[in-house]
């Protein structure tokens, strides 16, 4: 088969993996500039945080799993093609020279054997390190129920590792991917999750301590396919958070795109959906939320209506309104409109004088949402609701494209 051939064939398996910012874009080009809809091309942050372009393929899409959910699983007839190490290396490494790329993001369907394929990608990872002397960033996936020394071997390679653990629960993994454990899944993020910490506490004595995935560990969770709620995917990111310290987990809407007979009915996700979990997922990491505070059995499932913040705020308005110029700072982040920005700037400010309302419009800081939380001075200027449901009505007609997904532009 044609280089190219095998090209189009793995970029496009690979448009699935939403392990990329840039992933799952349906903007074709109709005579303008760009396209958004051919694969191969995402884009991810670096360590340093710079957004860079990655060159986004499959090693193969020959599978020996047969998942419900997957357009490569075994049983679906679909065109196959698998690379050699050395022509993903070339491919990298040419497309770098022509400026296309700055990196590469390399997944892989398992071929003959979960350690077989490992070994396939750290060939990758050694040519491009080691032979073509590249030092731009790789993000690869880590295979499940491989080796523990092929992992560690894989992460002093590479930038960044991605363990895809798929499904939120045990029961929608036996269903839908049964040829799959969790405890294959889990053991290569506990082993990067501490060689992570090793590393770290070597740098403190050996100052040219080996690097180990610096950017980082990842996964990515689909929603919807198991017919599981917002809260089993919500408590499965957070103790990936806590037990693994993942960088990020990525959450993809399902899509029919191969017939099965567990996921026969299942509707495409919603996308509004996935956003309002990113919401819940922002909020989990940097807003001091619980998973158990956002969603709980009486309601398992974001409000589509109203952002996961500003609803936790009205089903718990009775802790409310505080006064700005005595809030703590964590008090400041559960506001409704305020982020760490305001936050730190109210505190900032409040040193020198007590906040008015002018002096908040002077420090460029909005309480068009926040009225209804706050008090400035003792001043109140929210509305004079008489129910939670009539609060919620209000914050919902100030974000009237709630109900839709967020353009870019």
Not at 378 to 405: C, H, N, W
Request: charged share 25%; net charge positive; aromatic share 10%.
């Amino acid at each position: 088969m044609e280089l190219n051939e095998k090209l189009e064939i793995l970029t496009d398996a690979a448009k699935y993996d939403v392990s990329c910012s840039s992933s799952g874009s349906s903007r074709r080009n109709k005579g303008g500039l760009g396209n958004g809809h051919i694969s191969g091309i995402c884009h991810s942050w670096s360590e340093d945080g710079r957004c860079i372009s990655l060159l986004k393929i499959l090693y193969t899409n020959h599978c020996i799993y047969d998942c419900e959910y997957c357009i490569n699983r075994r049983s679906h007839d679909t065109p196959r093609a698998a690379f050699t190490p050395r022509e993903v290396a070339e491919l990298t490494v040419n497309f770098y020279k022509r400026n296309y790329i700055e990196g590469l993001f390399l997944s892989s369907g398992v071929l003959r054997n979960p350690d077989y394929t490992m070994e396939q990608l750290i060939e990758v990872a050694r040519l491009l390190r080691e032979e073509y002397r590249f030092n731009g960033y790789i993000h690869m996936k880590a295979i499940p129920g491989c080796s523990e020394a092929l992992t560690y071997r894989l992460g002093h390679l590479i930038d960044r590792m991605s363990v895809n653990i798929e499904l939120p629960t045990r029961r929608s993994l036996a269903l839908l991917a049964p040829d799959k454990k969790y405890s294959d899944i889990l053991r290569p993020m506990s082993q990067v999750s501490r060689a992570l910490v090793a590393t770290a506490d070597a740098k403190k004595t050996l100052k040219h301590t080996p690097k180990f995935v610096p950017a980082g560990q990842t996964t990515q969770m689909i929603i919807g396919a198991g017919g599981e709620d917002d809260r089993d995917i919500l408590n499965r990111a957070e103790s990936l958070y806590k037990d693994y310290a993942l960088k990020r987990v990525y959450y993809s809407a399902f899509v029919p795109v191969v017939k099965s007979p567990y996921t026969a009915g299942i509707a495409k996700a919603p996308l509004l959906r996935e956003h309002r979990i990113y919401q819940g997922d922002w909020l989990l990491r940097f807003y001091g939320f619980s998973a158990q505070e956002l969603l709980n059995e009486r309601t398992p499932n974001f409000n589509l209506a109203l952002d996961p913040k500003a609803n936790w705020a009205v089903e718990h308005v009775e802790n409310f309104p505080i006064e700005v110029n005595r809030a703590t700072y964590e008090e400041l982040m559960r506001v409704p409109g305020f982020g760490r920005t305001y936050a730190r700037r109210i505190i900032q400010a409040r040193k020198f004088a007590a906040l008015t309302y002018d002096g908040l419009e002077a420090l460029k800081i909005s309480t068009k949402r926040a009225k209804h939380f706050i008090t400035v001075n003792g001043v109140y200027r929210g509305s004079r609701f008489t129910s939670k449901a009539e609060l919620k009505t209000i914050m919902g007609a100030l974000d009237p494209m709630g109900r839709e997904q967020l353009s870019f532009f």
